[in-house]
């Protein structure tokens, strides 16, 4: 940088990161000049100087400039001074590592600047003038390595990026061990499956020499593996039946024996049902792995396992739920049959009997249970008592009140059941009616709450590796664990406003 022309700085032949002041002090002939500043081409400012005081010019932002000056001498002369060109070069360069997250096998070697590009826009590119850790890291072990770039332009910015490198052990004998386990399991199946239709041909060509029964209550293939996948659960129950924390984990599951499944006994065998589909899960992810020639990550096994042992929850409330609704719009049907039985006539016995024969469904079976109860000499108090504690349902209790007092003290009970059934019809209709009204909203809250995860999924497709900072970085992990709160939240915030209680 040299002083000429009247400028304290005449130019800077090497680009620079920091402010530049220019000062120009005109001639002691000068009355007054006016300077403008063209940054990149254009100008950008223009101030008159009606004096010759010497003025600051300050440069500050990215960019080659230049300063014109017009000066006036007393003689009315005009001259024009130029001064050279101010670099300044305040932007980082780029620089662009493409995959963040590369895997490479244990002893195998790595090319630092293979797929890298590093760019300025002062300098150009710089791809020779990176810098890297490369030498430092050691790949003879296992683990993730960091691998940092770094590179700084002529004006002294510095720009680092890093990516991470898995080193993981020679697969191949793994691999195979895997391979090899799913063939002869593939291979057991297939073995059993043409035994099996062997069997049902030679069956069917020696059946035609036999006498057909005149019912066949052989079961059918399904059931058959329905019964011993049920035999499998209780020897799996006989071990674990010792833990205080499952025992606990699974009185929750109490309310499904008898409703999703009649093969289990306990809640205990619904736990344990959810551990063996959270397995079958882990073992497709481990062939779907397999077949790629790739080991699972830490994540890859979780994620399938908590989606596995969780998945089980939704198709037991969903049936749950479904034997619920079942089993309130039976109910009106069973008490009106109830009513109109006893306006027949008929005891509280025969009208139970007489919806056993009616009705079909989970409501038929509850009555089935209560004649059963009232032929081994049970109260009628104690059995509609028992009837009210398994449905749990606003209507029954009333009914097993009203029962209780009336056979306690008597009363027209055609009245009370025929109160009974109105309440119940006009219960219905208001809950049909709000379910109209609501639908079109809650399919809205349904869509908002699948659309991220469908975008998550989509995204994942497209591109499998854009999340994996989420689980490779410490501030991935902290934004995730918000955004699942913030999503949770919603979903519970949107549920209890569109609750409606009835």
Known sequence: MEERNGFSIYENTTPTNQDIAVTYTPDSSITR???????DGVEEDYVEIENADP???YLTSTGNYQIIVQVYQQNGRMETVRSGVFKIDKEKPIIDVGERNIEMQLGSTLEPLAGITVYDRQDGDLISQVTTNYDELDFSTKGIKTLTYTVSDQAGNTTS???YIHVVGST?????????????????VIILTLFYQKSMR????????????????TPSLIDQANGHYNKFIQRLKKGLVKSVFLQKYAKRYEKYVGVIDNGYESGL????NKFIVSLIFVLIAVFSKTIQYQLLSLYEVCIPMLFGFFMPDFIYIYRYRRYREQLENDLLQAIIVMNNAFKSGRSITQAIDLV???LDGPIASEFKKMSVELSFGLSLDDVFKRFSDRIQLEEVAYMTASLSILNKTGG????????????????????????????SSKIIMYVLFCVPILFIVFISILNPSYFDPFFTTQIGWIMMILILIMYISYIMIVRRVMRVRM
């Not at 000049?33 to 940054?39: A, H, L, P």
């Not at 191949?172 to 057991?188: A, R």
């Not at 030679?202 to 209550?217: A, Q, S, T, V």
């Not at 065998?269 to 344990?272: A, E, N, R």
């Open 172 to 188: 191949e004998s793994e691999l195979l061990i895997v391979q090899l386990g799913i063939i002869f399991i593939l291979g057991i």
């Open 412 to 439: 027209n009970i055609i009245q009370v059941f025929s109160s009974i059934e109105k309440s119940l019809f006009n219960k219905k209709k208001l809950k049909l009616e709000l379910l109209a009204l609501t639908g």
């Open 202 to 217: 030679r069956e069917k060509r020696i059946g035609k020499f036999g006498i057909e029964p005149l019912e066949d209550n």
């Open 161 to 163: 990026e890093s990516i």
């Open 33 to 39: 000049y006016q300077y403008r500043v063209v940054k």
């Open 55 to 57: 003025t600051t010019i």
């Open 356 to 358: 056993t024969k009616e």
């Open 269 to 272: 065998d619904f736990v344990i």
